[in-house]
């Protein structure tokens, strides 16, 4: 492999190590081989994301400015042109050798765009079309380096796992997100449960959520739970080890949600964080899951 090519990859996996721990720790289960593939997926998701959530780099039109030409250079090493970037090598080499869908790339970059301008999302609906290009389409990328036998029938269930992790991501972060002013969760929800936008931020200031936003958050996490429903028939459909490895993504990141429940579902008290000794058990129960029918979370 090339230097230029190794470094970049190299470059991927450490965001992948230093800002993904739950799906570092299952992307270590797959063959060598296909561990740089997954880096170089997770770099440049984490690369475009941070492009749009820095705020301390310049307004929004800054930062549409800066995903704008990366997005640019990264079309044209899509036609063969040269690149000079740090992380598009090792992205550009994992598209061509599994014949990545370019589509999908583009519903990515799409939603990041999103996130400069867009701040609420009135229903649920028009927050899955922001998770289309945000999350579910990273599910349907990853499947090439996971090799289903069936890849048609995989792909629906790849998609709700990427939907239920960004969920989860959404209720986990709601007082980081509100510091960007942004709400995932959507408006309609929020008057639902009698809940406005000030007192989110009157809650995380207070480092205490209210009753109402209580059970909002309550609601959203059954929502997240019927995403994972949903893709728990494709994992039985991965072979080997990648079944094992996303089978941990599927139990370690899904605990996350146990814990804002053991929280009583107060996001703002405290960050939920999955124990180590927790995702240890959580990565020994799929080692020994790994021959056998997925039937929990």
């Known amino acids: 492999m090339p230097a230029e090519l190794a470094q970049a990859y190299r470059r991927c996996r450490d965001l992948h190590r230093r800002h993904g721990r739950s799906y570092y720790l299952a992307t270590r289960l797959l063959p060598a081989w296909k561990r740089p593939h997954v880096h170089a997926l997770y770099g440049f998701a984490r690369y475009a994301d941070e492009i749009v959530d820095r705020t301390d780099a310049g307004t929004p039109a800054d930062r549409a400015r800066r995903l704008r030409d990366w997005s640019d250079r990264f079309l044209a090493g899509l036609r063969g042109e040269p690149v000079d970037d740090p992380l598009l090598p090792a992205l550009l080499h994992t598209v061509e050798v599994f014949d990545l869908d370019r589509d999908d790339f583009a519903a990515f970059l799409g939603s990041m765009a999103m996130d400069l301008t867009v701040r609420r999302y009135a229903d649920y609906p028009a927050l899955l079309s922001y998770m289309e290009g945000s999350a579910a389409v990273i599910g349907t990328l990853m499947l090439p380096i996971l090799g289903p036998a069936d890849p048609a029938a995989a792909r629906e269930p790849a998609r709700q796992l990427g939907l239920a ?13 509100l510091a960007r002013d942004r709400v ?12 406005t936008t000030a007192e989110l931020h009157a809650a995380a200031a207070a480092g205490r959520a209210t009753p109402q936003i ?48 053991r929280a009583d579902h107060d996001v703002f008290a405290r960050r939920a964080v999955v124990p180590t000794r927790r995702r240890a058990r959580l990565l020994a129960q799929a080692l020994r899951q790994r021959k056998g029918t997925f039937t929990s979370l």
């Open 165 to 177: 992790f960004q969920l989860t991501n959404f209720l986990r972060d709601v007082a980081e997100d």
């Open 184 to 195: 995932y969760l959507p408006q309609d929800d929020l008057a639902r449960f009698g809940v």
């Open 214 to 261: 209580k059970s909002l958050i309550a609601y959203e996490t059954t929502r997240a739970r019927a995403h994972y429903a949903a893709a728990r028939p494709g994992l039985d459909l991965l072979p080997g080890a990648s079944r094992t490895c996303v089978r941990t993504a599927y139990l370690v990141y899904g605990a996350i949600l146990d814990e804002i429940e």
